[in-house]
């Protein structure tokens, strides 16, 4: 479909027009690709940055042995389990300048004068769905990285420790080596469930203010159903999905890597 010329005029002919690299040149010509590409890398190296950060804390915190442990385990595993559409509406009335809490938090504490339209600036924005992204993804990352915790044998932590070895050492010599698989899953993982978000964004902001959270996925979506420029559409997807697939590629690498060693 990418290399035909479909509109909602030529949809119904029996024969499209064959365009080539048409629709690809278009798109490249049109600064909005570049905008949509930056927008998504941005939002996904962010929202992957906090959530490793968090979910690798709490997964060290869970992985200690106290009362209440697997039970506020699995309270924290809520927010992941609840479809993106629901957490993203939920969300955009939390950023909401009219009555959102998250105002009403800001300016009971005197740290804002007033209401915020939060989903209304370009920065705020983005922003904001990268902590709703966040919020949704710590319990994946937590969950992954406390199973690659427990794999981990706890003599050598003892001998360590007899060893006089530090806390630190222990992480940076015992738990980040042993680690690598679950963490490597957990970052392409992560990085192909965020690249290709879609609901999140539609929702809370549609991928305004002013392009200011365009992604590859909702351009795609805008130029097949809102233009009904479907080949330009189809071809925004293909480039979606190639730059997943050398993503994928790259952690199958690793993973063989990984089994030969």
């Keep these: 479909m990418s290399f035909q010329n479909i509109d909602v005029m030529t949809l119904n002919l029996p024969h499209k027009e064959f365009v080539g690299l048409g629709n690809y040149k278009g798109l490249f010509a049109d600064p909005l690709l ?8 941005y939002y996904t190296v962010f929202s992957i940055a906090i959530q490793f950060v968090i979910g690798f804390m709490l997964a060290l915190f869970f992985n200690k042995n106290f009362v209440l442990s697997k039970k506020v385990r699995g309270l924290i595993l809520i927010p992941w389990m609840i479809p993106a559409t629901i957490t993203a509406l939920v969300f955009k009335y939390m950023f909401s300048a009219s009555g959102g809490i998250v105002d009403q938090i800001l300016m009971d504490l005197h740290i804002t004068g007033g209401p915020v339209e939060w989903l209304l600036h370009p920065v705020s924005a983005m922003w904001s769905l990268i902590l709703t992204n966040s919020w949704i ?21 003892e001998s360590a420790s007899i060893d006089g070895a530090s806390r630190w050492g222990k992480l940076r010599h015992i738990t980040l ?85």
């Design 34 to 41: 570049g905008t949509s590409l930056y927008n998504t890398l």
């Design 137 to 157: 993804g710590v319990p994946f990352t937590m969950i992954m990285l406390l199973t690659g915790l427990t794999t981990i044998p706890s003599e050598l932590y």
């Design 177 to 261: 080596p042993l680690l690598r698989p679950s963490i490597e899953a957990v970052l392409i993982l992560g990085f192909i469930s965020t690249f290709k978000v879609f609901d999140l964004v539609y929702v809370m902001t549609k991928g305004g203010p002013v392009d200011a959270t365009e992604t590859l996925s909702t351009l795609s979506y805008k130029l097949s159903f809102s233009e009904f420029n479907f080949s330009q559409g189809a071809a925004v997807a293909n480039i979606l999905f190639a730059i997943l697939f050398v993503v994928s590629l790259a952690y199958l690498k690793l993973v063989k890597e990984d089994e030969v060693m």
